[in-house]
């Protein structure tokens, strides 16, 4: 039996027809991000469409162009779920092949927005029309646990053109080709295979076992003719076979591999028997990647194998989201892999959803921030650790939170995690305020190795320079950084190769800073229910009247009339309404931080509804 629990949460593996709709996803993100087995199961990355998380664009070692990936339809029949996706091969505008699409298709290659079109593929329907090359189908046994993966692509691709096509050339227009011509005559298996080779060859090294039983089965190919205003018609092309190509791990019998339109069995091979030599040579036998085993990966590459450890504090609102964004982008871009740990004030989770989904995220219960934060960090750093080989882990906490309070935890795991930095982000537009009411507020800045202040576009110089004095007043050892929107580079911070070192706990005690100031604070948190739609002026009014008491404030909602839901967030002195992610739970609220919040968001719902 396939153990899936690394790849899958519970909810999804209870359910055969999710099952089959994720698996391809949860294999390829995963392997995606173990940079050592990424490049040998022959992957150079992936990335996600943002209008669609479940389309995947991705390339391939040696090939120049783009392939991607995107569910079409799934279904479930008892135990069994199945699902169906859509292959595409984006070709890079110098490659040969080019030639071999369709006029359309090889117009199209050469537009300068065309990377920029292949990226948000999943909702550009002429794209998918042109570069369409193969299917796959993933059949999911949830009583045997037994998978099938098969891929369906035609030897070749062929498209006539009933009336002709005409392009504008130098002397005008020009047949490029002639009626009843051929438009399009594409080895669509051939340009696919190299996907299909290295997503098998990820599904052995998740499932850490090679594949025991291949089947292959064709029927003769067909080749489209067009007519215009979208008319088709397609005929048996009986130089072209098209094929499936399915491999099973576990249990054949009892797998629905939808093959009924395939009647020609050309192979069917079952483990112990000798492998058919065509496929000999397939990296998908190797259930194991060489020098590339979870616990020996990085070793092997001569790389430090502990993730290093970031933890990143600031008071409320200071621009902590804005700057790990930053810090992911910077990390993406140099193939590194980021987990992140956030523990968002409020049930909601908005953070999380606010940065990318590309990312592992494990959200912590919520409670007393800082306590429950120290609870549930060890659990939710050993979660990460076992399921994902991070090059970094980022403890985002919340702007209340004192990391004095887990210091002592984190030593524990100094066997399993690099120590890198406590860096603590400053509101410069705010100034002093917070150091001067809030014991937190300096506590995070007294423990910093680095200090970023923040939104400086807010400050004047004199403000600054106060400020900083304060800061160094406070901790005269940390590195002070200044920047806006949290942009600023990692490697000046860290340094290159991120040796910077956390001073631990024992060390701290020398300087006077204790554990557990929650109650110190007096600040606590609210969750407000907002009803599903509301109208902006009278919100804008109230949020107007917010007394000073009220610290941070953020959420989603959705204005009467208005297209799409909105994010809020408010620090004192600035509010600003954004676009809220993709993703929508469909739920409208805001949280409130600050003191007596209960009052302030009672009145605030008084004087709006
Ligand atoms: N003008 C300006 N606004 C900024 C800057 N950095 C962040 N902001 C805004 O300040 C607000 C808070 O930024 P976040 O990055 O969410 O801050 P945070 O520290 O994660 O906030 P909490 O989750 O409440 O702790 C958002 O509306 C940002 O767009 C900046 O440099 N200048």
């Not at 989201?321 to 968002?344: D, P």
């Not at 939710?380 to 991070?390: K, S, Y």
């Amino acid at each position: 039996m396939i153990d899936f629990s690394a790849l899958l949460p519970p909810a999804v593996t209870a359910d055969p027809q999710l099952t089959a709709l994720e698996l391809p996803r949860a294999v390829l993100m995963r392997v995606n991000f173990i940079p050592g087995v990424r490049q040998r199961l022959g992957w150079r990355g992936v990335k996600e469409c943002t209008g669609n998380p479940g389309a995947l664009t991705l390339k391939v070692v040696d090939a120049p162009g783009v392939f991607a990936i995107c569910p079409q339809a799934s279904d479930m029949d008892g135990e069994q779920g199945r699902a169906l996706f859509d292959l595409y091969y984006f070709p890079a505008p110098e490659e040969d092949l080019v030639e071999s699409f369709s006029i359309a298709a090889g117009i199209t290659v050469l537009q300068d927005d065309f990377l920029d079109r292949v990226r948000e593929f999943a909702g550009d329907e002429q794209l998918q029309a042109l570069f369409k090359l193969a299917t796959l189908q993933l059949s999911y046994n949830g009583n045997t646990g037994a998978v099938a993966v098969s891929f369906m692509a035609a030897e070749r691709q062929l498209l006539i053109s009933a009336e002709g096509v005409m392009i504008s050339g130098i002397d005008g227009l020009q047949q490029a080709v002639e009626p009843g011509g051929v438009d399009q005559d594409l080895a669509a298996q051939t340009v696919m295979f190299p996907f299909f080779r290295a997503l098998a060859a990820s599904f052995s090294f998740c499932f850490a076992a090679a594949p025991n039983a291949l089947l292959q089965l064709s029927r003769p190919g067909r080749k489209i003719i067009y007519y215009q205003q979208n008319r088709f018609e397609s005929e048996f092309c009986y130089d072209s076979k098209e094929r499936l190509l399915s491999l099973v791990w576990g249990e054949q019998r009892g797998l629905s591999i939808d093959d009924s339109e395939f009647p020609k069995l050309e192979l069917n091979w079952r483990d112990p028997e000798e492998k058919p030599c065509e496929y000999a040579d397939e990296p998908w036998w190797q259930k194991q990647v060489p020098g590339a085993r979870f616990s020996v990966d990085k070793n092997t590459m001569g790389i430090s194998e502990k993730p290093k450890l970031i933890i990143l504090t600031g008071f409320l609102g200071a621009g902590k989201t804005s700057f790990l964004n930053h810090f992911i982008e910077y990390q993406a871009r140099k193939n590194a892999f980021v987990a992140i740990i956030q523990n968002e004030i409020g049930a909601q989770g908005l953070d999380t959803k606010l940065l990318g989904q590309h990312y592992a995220v494990t959200e912590m219960d919520e409670g007393c921030v800082c306590c429950t934060l120290s609870g549930n960090l060890k659990l939710a750093l050993a979660e990460i650790l076992a399921g994902f080989q991070p090059d970094f882990v980022v403890v985002e906490t919340t702007g209340l939170a004192n990391p004095a309070n887990f210091l002592s935890e984190i030593s524990e795991l100094e066997d399993q995690l690099d120590f890198c930095s406590i860096t603590t982000l400053v509101d410069a537009a705010q100034g002093a305020a917070p150091l001067e009411k809030y014991g937190v507020a300096r506590e995070q800045l007294m423990l910093a190795d680095a200090v970023i202040l923040n939104k400086i576009d807010q400050s004047s110089e004199e403000q600054l320079a106060q400020l900083t004095a304060k800061i160094q007043l406070l901790n005269p050892v940390a590195s002070i950084y200044e920047t806006c929107h949290g942009e600023c580079s990692p490697a000046q911070i860290y340094g290159v190769n991120f040796a910077g070192q956390m001073r631990l706990p024992n060390d701290r005690e020398k300087h006077g800073i204790h554990g557990h100031t929650h109650a110190e604070h007096g600040i606590s948190s609210l969750l407000l229910d907002l009803p599903q739609s509301i109208g902006r002026e009278q919100f804008l009014a109230a949020t107007a009247k917010l007394p000073e008491q009220v610290l941070r404030v953020k959420g989603v909602l959705q204005f009467e009339n208005e297209g799409d839901p909105l994010v809020y967030q408010y620090v004192p002195g600035s509010q600003t309404l954004s676009p809220a992610p993709e993703e929508d739970s469909g739920q409208r609220f805001l949280v409130f931080i600050g003191e007596d919040v209960q009052r302030s968001a009672e009145s605030f719902l008084n004087t709006f509804i």
